[in-house]
T-cell receptor
């Protein structure tokens, strides 16, 4: 039973535009959320995190939004760059120990 | 029905001990991985197996040895545990060694060496 879902397996965006990657979860006890970025043949790279005490966290071009009532988080990349083309995973945890991962969204930024 | 399951979820052990973490996937995937998550949440790949054969073996101490009895299982055995081995270890699987949009992760095993 997948507790964290990334329902879009792939996404294509023009360079310079906004990329929005979505993630839904089912467990209301999740309080910690992470986003990872993964290039082919490499391990995932930690991008940004958010905890349930906040609804937004920003780091440069990357912003994560959390809507706890909707059990939804999203990653916004503005402006999108070709180097952002990768697979993005979200992960959620109730306590920072056990993490539940989504299956990933493959982002392609078109030059 | 869990796609990728790791056992145990928590493991506390003393320095010098030998321990194993088990991973099983019921997805029929050919490729399985072990990752170590450091204190900054970075996931570092340790090993990758494709259909029971070792594909990636990153620079990890040779105290760490993966074992794949069949393509549905990839276990991680650690000898002579050290304090620095304390971390969360994730197992993952994917349909092939060339990652596409899908990968399935286990929930992680928090290893604490005391």
């Amino acid at each position: 039973d997948q507790q964290v879902k990334q329902n879009s397996p792939s996404l294509s965006v023009q360079e310079g535009r906004i990329s929005i990657l979505n993630c839904d979860y089912t467990n209301s006890m999740f309080d910690y959320f992470l986003w990872y970025k993964k290039y082919p043949a490499e391990g995932p790279t930690f991008l940004i995190s958010i905890s349930s005490i906040k609804d937004k966290n920003e780091d440069g071009r990357f912003t994560v939004f959390l809507n706890k009532s909707a059990k939804h988080l999203s990653l916004h990349i503005v402006p999108s760059q070709p180097g952002d083309s990768a697979v993005y995973f979200c992960a959620a945890s109730p306590d920072g120990n056990q993490f539940y991962f989504g299956t990933g969204t493959s982002l392609t930024v078109i030059p | 029905d869990t796609a990728v399951s790791q056992t145990p979820k928590y493991l506390v052990t003393q320095m010098g001990n030998d321990k194993s973490i088990k991973c099983e996937q019921n997805l029929g995937h050919d490729t399985m991985y072990w990752y170590k998550q450091d204190s900054k949440k970075f996931l570092k790949i340790m090993f990758s197996y494709n259909n029971k054969e070792l594909i990636i073996n990153e620079t990890v101490p040779n105290r760490f040895s993966p074992k794949s009895p069949d393509k549905a299982h990839l276990n991680l055995h650690i000898n002579s545990l050290e304090l620095g081995d304390s971390a969360v270890y994730f197992c993952a699987s994917s349909p092939s060694e060339f990652w596409g949009a899908e990968a399935f992760f286990g929930q992680g095993t928090r290893l604490t060496v005391v």
